[in-house]
């Protein structure tokens, strides 16, 4: 492993735009598709996401809200959710949603890239890219195909805009071969797009650090020890994310090349590692402070597991990349919270609970119509399966966070 202090050469070796001689080589997971299924239990979430679909907009409340409402059905069906459960779950998500309304125009083949970033063309959008499954025999993964990651700046390297909740959808999309899923997230990921996608379609912001390291967590400490960093905000928020773009951008873009991928596939591994630590190993015992946003680079984290296996190995590397410039730029953002893994030490270990514990916590317990926590359980027990997990690890994070969990702190 690089030291972090290492000096990264002039001809970086790490990354590059559109690296397509290197990919991530992870085997896909089980794809659950319900459209066609006889039982009662897919059956009822098919027909949840389609009224969802109809029903709901993507954004809400003033445009700034996501709906999450797929996201805690299709994980609280993988962890076992019977259809009574899923009904009372879309009963309760969907108290605050939204129905449609018109865009101020349609969007057309000539003009789809005009009305990027426009939230208040998201049902537009949606029209638009139903009415493109004609041109490609009603198959929504080749739409995505032409539309995701086609053209000179292709969609795909602003994933991560709206908190990277375009990304997420699309993680779903594919793990449930969903194709109302698949046309939200286009939708989402059109109306999210913005300045995010200049980091991976320009490749000047690619370029050497004066310091290296494999190991995400590693610069992550060394972001928390960084004096620069200390006092650039005065409360921690999710607001201090644009400002850092904005103010500190050599920081960030510092940071981000940081990271060198000389091993992909382990180094992907030890950033999912990361992602469960920043939500779990960021709280103190007794506190129950997780946090709202911290938990996004969970659950994008474990979209981007989904997603490798496949989308074109061309963009794995700048996808991986893209989850780590919103990892440091929300960790900046939160003021770098310490990273203790003794945090993640249950005061009782494991002390014989399983997957089974977790998974009935999540679908049974009281947060179970809590969106975003029964995504991380999802996230980290996917985590546990891809990887293994013979010192449990992930096992005693997902125990330490469904037992201690009382809410999220912002």
């Known amino acids: 492993m690089a ?20 990919s991530i080589d992870i085997p896909p997971v089980e794809v659950h598709n319900v459209e066609t299924a006889p039982e009662k239990r897919p059956r009822t979430l098919k027909h949840l996401l389609k009224a969802n679909h109809v029903n ?20 609280a069906y993988l962890l076992g959710a019977d259809d009574k459960q899923l009904h009372k779950i879309y009963d309760v998500e ?35 890219f139903e009415d493109s499954l004609v041109d490609h025999g009603y198959k929504w993964k080749k739409v995505v195909e032409e539309y995701m990651f086609g053209g000179e700046e292709p969609l795909v390297n602003c994933l991560i805009g709206g908190l990277g909740h375009p990304l997420i959808h699309l993680g779903y999309a594919f793990e449930m071969d969903n194709k109302e899923l698949g046309i939200e997230a ?11 996608h200049k980091y991976i379609d320009d490749p000047s912001y690619s370029k050497p ?46 940071y981000w090349n940081a990271w060198s991928l000389e091993n992909p596939v382990k180094q992907f591994q030890e950033s999912q590692e990361a992602a469960v630590a920043l939500l779990v190993a960021t709280v103190p015992p007794g506190t129950h402070s997780y946090n709202f946003f911290v938990v996004h680079l969970l659950t994008t984290s474990h979209a981007v597991r989904i997603l490798l296996p496949v989308i074109p190995s061309k963009f794995h590397i700048n996808m991986v990349r893209e989850w780590w410039l919103l990892t440091i730029a929300v960790y ?5 919270p310490k990273i203790d893994l003794d945090y993640i030490k249950h005061e009782e270990g494991v002390a014989g609970k399983q997957w089974n514990y977790v998974e009935d916590k999540a679908v049974n317990g009281p947060y179970a119509t809590d969106s975003h926590f029964v995504k991380a359980v999802r ?23 469904v037992d201690d969990f009382e809410g999220w702190a912002f």
């Not at 900046?332 to 770098?336: D, F, K, T, V």
């Not at 997990?389 to 125990?399: G, K, N, S, T």
Request: aromatic residues 14%.
């Open 3 to 22: 030291s972090i202090l290492s000096y990264v050469p002039v001809i970086n070796r790490f990354f590059s735009r559109n690296d397509g001689t290197r």
């Open 56 to 75: 709901h907009s993507i954004l809400y409340h003033d445009l700034e809200f996501h709906n999450h409402l797929p996201h805690i059905l299709c994980s």
């Open 94 to 128: 969907s108290q605050e949603l939204e129905p449609w309304k018109p865009s101020p125009a349609e969007v057309t083949r000539d003009d789809w890239r005009y009305f990027l970033g426009h939230k208040d063309y998201q049902r537009a959008y949606v029209d638009f």
């Open 186 to 196: 286009l939708a989402m990921t059109a109306t999210q797009y913005n300045f995010l």
């Open 209 to 254: 650090s004066s310091f290296s390291s494999t190991s995400p967590l590693e610069l992550l400490g060394k972001m928390a020890s960084d004096e620069r960093l200390k006092g650039l905000f005065k409360e921690p928020g999710f607001d201090n994310v644009d400002p850092f773009f904005e103010k500190h951008e050599d920081l960030l873009v510092e």
């Open 332 to 336: 900046a953002a939160e003021l770098c």
């Open 379 to 401: 996230a980290m027990r996917e985590a546990a399966r891809t990887w293994g997990d013979v010192h449990e690890h992930y096992l005693a994070a997902a125990v330490r966070f």
